[in-house]
């Protein structure tokens, strides 16, 4: 069964850090994108970053330059740094797979599963 | 960046009602559109993929159709358990981003 589990959330205060993890498992971890998704309450759903497979990190603005994703293939594991954190960034974060890719292409854009989620709360 | 306008925000319908989602780009996107449904307190699922596509398990109650800048999802025949938020999704890899959501409830 594929399954993608997150830790690490808890409360923070204003410009503090906090580093997310997701532990994989059901499935190649090596040969896909991951992401992180995040979700403020009874907001929508805002994308947070992504990793290729080569470990090519992409961001929106909002967190660029805050934020920093990795993985750790060997361990089938993603993880999420946050620094310098906003009230504006608590929320329940999610990690997600992304893309498959083979040795030659990359397929896919949607992000299926997701974990169950981890909350972050930021406030003094 | 690709913005993604949904519309409506929130939907009242009837068991057994037909019910229809938009979403419109504000560039091509091809078919690059996903959509989803999230129950409250709940991860997000996928349920249609490149616009028409349907994951493997869905009910097929649920179809997706579009390309370019506007997309479409439907449910046929509303079912209590379609009471959720639905999201659409593009992807203009390596960015993406959301639609505001459409919250379903039942009339």
């Known amino acids: 069964e594929v399954q993608l589990v997150e830790s690490g959330g808890g409360l923070v205060q204003p410009g503090g850090s906090l580093r997310l993890s997701c532990a994989a498992s059901g499935f190649t971890f090596s040969s896909y994108d991951m992401h992180w998704v995040r979700q403020a309450t009874g907001k929508g759903l805002e994308w947070v970053s992504a990793i290729g497979t080569a470990g090519d990190p992409y961001y929106p603005g909002s967190v660029k330059g805050r934020f920093t994703i990795s993985r750790e293939n060997a361990k089938n594991s993603l993880y999420l740094q946050m620094n310098s954190l906003r009230a504006g960034d608590t929320a329940v974060y999610y990690c997600a797979r992304g893309r498959y890719c083979s040795s030659t292409s990359c397929y896919g854009g949607w992000f299926d599963p997701w974990g169950q989620g981890t909350l972050v709360t930021v406030s003094s | 960046d690709i913005q993604m306008t949904q519309s409506p925000s929130s939907l009242s319908a009837s068991v057994g009602d037909r019910v229809t989602i938009t979403c419109q780009a504000s560039?091509?996107?091809?078919?690059?559109l996903n959509w989803y449904q999230q129950k409250p307190g709940k991860a997000p699922k996928l349920l249609i993929y490149d616009a028409s596509n349907l994951e493997t398990g869905v009910p097929s109650r649920f179809s997706g159709s579009g390309s370019g800048t506007d997309f479409t999802f439907t449910i046929s025949s509303l079912q209590p358990e379609d009471i959720a938020t639905y999201y659409c999704q593009q992807y203009d890899n390596p960015l993406y981003t959301f639609g505001q959501g459409t919250k379903l409830e039942i009339k």
């Open positions: 560039q091509d996107i091809s078919n690059y």
